[in-house]
């Protein structure tokens, strides 16, 4: 026998904010949302491409607050 518990979609991070920038990427600040859906948020994934091949790449971490 399975049990699975159906829970509610989280919303949108309160703040995605631009830290810093590096010669290999930037750093992002993400304030977790106010509403979990029922469930921690352990990450986010970002998606960014290139301006020129327009090519999309994803990066994703696992923490419940988290520096991208």
Not at 5 to 28: F, I, K, M, N, Q
Not at 50 to 55: F, K, R
Request: hydrophobic share 30%; with cysteine; net charge negative.
């Amino acid at each position: 026998m399975c049990s699975a518990d159906v829970v509610g979609v989280p919303d949108a991070p309160r703040s995605v904010e631009l830290t810093e920038t590096r010669p290999d990427g930037v750093v992002l600040t993400v304030e977790p949302p106010d509403e979990d859906g029922g469930m921690p948020v352990i990450g986010y994934r970002v998606h960014y491409g290139d301006a020129v091949t327009h090519d999309v790449t994803s990066s994703g971490t696992r923490a419940r607050y988290i520096t991208l």
